[in-house]
């Protein structure tokens, strides 16, 4: 019998036309048959992939449901740079020695990199934001804002002060997905988990939450949310949660939270008592004013203003301790600023505005202040508010910002009315010098106990 493959050598001139022949046939046939065969195998695997796919998505799914770890994905952000794993800092020393928050909030967008000089004055250093998607996970905006946010990570662990480091989530242009990632039990597992992971992942110490224009139909499912993400983070260890909530008595916007039943999942809150007044593209782009006002109102705005907020928060809670004031650290332009709206009253001012708008610059760095030689050291104190202004009569501008004296009155009343703190909005809007941020340290009123007795009239 023939023999094939390299066994046929020489002589055997039967056996070497059998397996020309054999070699021939083969070829013929590999056309035809061969392709019918490969058809059926590219079947096979075609199908073998879609399972292989649908088992993956569901293990993935269900992961997420059920707050497991995912060990094939460990979370929905960017994994190119794996960091290392940092300790959890214990609380922050310095908070516990001084009894007063200063919450520095430091942004993704703003160009200048935060300082340790910086991070030295606060108790917390809170990034703002990180991005929820519509699939309820979190991830880096940006590739700028996540190198922001590392470079931020490594400088908190390296200061004495050992700041707690946390994230923000939510915001003016991020708050469109927590209605519908909080009212359904499974939806906020995927989005609990996905804190938990971040987090975890990055070893960091706590998050904040800013769900902006929450509804009161909203009020449950934010509680809700606060809950699950407090007992997801106990299975962990210590982790500080904070809400950052609107000025009260503006547009009933207080009337969304169960502020008594939030205090018992955060840690504290921070309250927006700023943008009473801003050069808005709207009819509420006028008067020009104070952005934080300590007191004071014009008008229709009599509550516009720092103490009537926290008079209602305080009075609602009996918690004051619970509460930080904010701290503006950027200066806010008005254009066309005409006559004042009320005899006597010089730092409320009229602004004609264009096709409805107010023309300004509601935020301004020290930075872009300095770049477009703005001089603010020859300001114009507001007694009645307790705020620093200027007002060009000839450019018809006015400019509201703080001063050494407007930040000294803020930790002030801090002081006089037991609130917890302040936070910062935001840290690199400062000079290169830490000017404001100087003040506000220098101003701060350590005590080893906190004075938690209520000084406002309920
Ligand atoms: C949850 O919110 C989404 C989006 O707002 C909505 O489509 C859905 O019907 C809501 N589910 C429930 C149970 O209310
Ligand atoms: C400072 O401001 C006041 C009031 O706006 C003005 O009268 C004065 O000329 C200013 N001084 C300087 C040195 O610019
Ligand atoms: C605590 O605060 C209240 C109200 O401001 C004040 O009257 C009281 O003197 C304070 N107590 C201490 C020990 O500072």
Redesign the pocket.
């Known amino acids: 019998m023939p023999i094939i493959g390299p066994y046929i050598v020489g002589g055997d001139k039967e056996a070497q036309s059998m397996m020309r022949e054999f070699l021939i046939y083969n070829r013929n046939r590999s056309d035809k048959e061969k392709c019918d065969a490969c058809i059926v195998q590219y079947l096979i695997l075609a199908v073998m992939l879609l399972v292989i796919v649908f088992l993956f998505s569901v293990f993935q799914f269900w992961a997420y449901v059920f707050g497991i770890a995912n060990p094939i994905l460990p979370a929905y952000f960017p994994l190119d740079a794996v960091p290392s794993r940092l300790p959890y800092s214990s609380k922050s020393s310095q908070a516990a020695e001084c009894q007063q928050r200063v919450v520095g909030y430091y942004t993704e967008f703003e160009s200048i990199d935060i300082t340790c000089s910086q991070l030295n004055h606060v108790t917390h250093a809170v990034f703002a934001n990180v991005e929820m998607n519509s699939d309820g996970n979190l991830r880096f905006k940006t590739r700028k804002a996540k190198e922001r946010f590392m470079s931020l990570r490594r400088k908190s662990r390296q200061v004495e002060s050992k700041p707690e480091l946390m994230i923000s989530i939510g915001g003016e242009e991020n708050s469109q997905y927590f209605a519908s990632f909080t009212n359904e039990s499974y939806k906020r597992r995927i989005f609990v988990n996905s804190i938990y992971l971040f987090i975890k992942y990055y070893g960091i110490d706590g998050v904040d939450f800013y769900w902006k224009r929450a509804k009161e139909s909203d009020k449950i499912n934010y509680l809700l949310l606060l809950k699950e993400v407090r007992e997801k983070l106990e299975t962990m260890g210590t982790f500080t949660i904070s809400v950052t909530i609107p000025a009260a008595g503006i547009e009933n916007w207080e009337a969304s939270y169960d502020l008594n039943q939030m205090l018992e999942y955060v840690d504290f809150i921070n309250v927006f008592s700023m943008d009473y007044y801003g050069p808005w593209e709207n009819q509420y782009g006028t008067p020009a004013g104070p952005t934080a006002p300590l007191y004071y109102g014009v008008g229709a705005r009599k509550n516009f203003n720092v103490d009537s907020t926290m008079n209602y928060y305080v009075c609602n809670t009996q918690k004051p301790e619970k509460f930080n004031i904010v701290i503006p650290f950027f200066a806010r332009l008005w254009k066309n600023v005409g006559d004042v709206v009320e005899v006597g009253k010089e730092a409320y001012r009229n602004v004609e505005l264009k096709n409805d708008k107010a023309e300004g610059k509601p935020y301004m760095s020290r930075w872009t202040v300095q770049h477009d030689q703005w001089d603010l050291s020859?300001s114009?104190w507001d007694e009645p508010s307790k705020t620093s202004y200027?007002?060009d009569k000839e450019k018809e501008v006015y400019m509201s910002f703080e001063t050494q004296q407007s930040i000294k009155a803020k930790m002030d009343y801090v002081k006089e009315k037991n609130l917890g703190g302040v936070w910062i909005w935001s840290l690199e809007m400062d000079d290169n010098e830490n000017s404001l941020l100087n003040v506000v340290s220098s101003n701060k009123h350590c005590f080893s106990k906190r004075n938690e007795s209520i000084a406002y009239k309920c």
Do not use: G
Request: proline content about 0%; cysteine-free.
């Open positions: 020859n114009t200027i007002y």
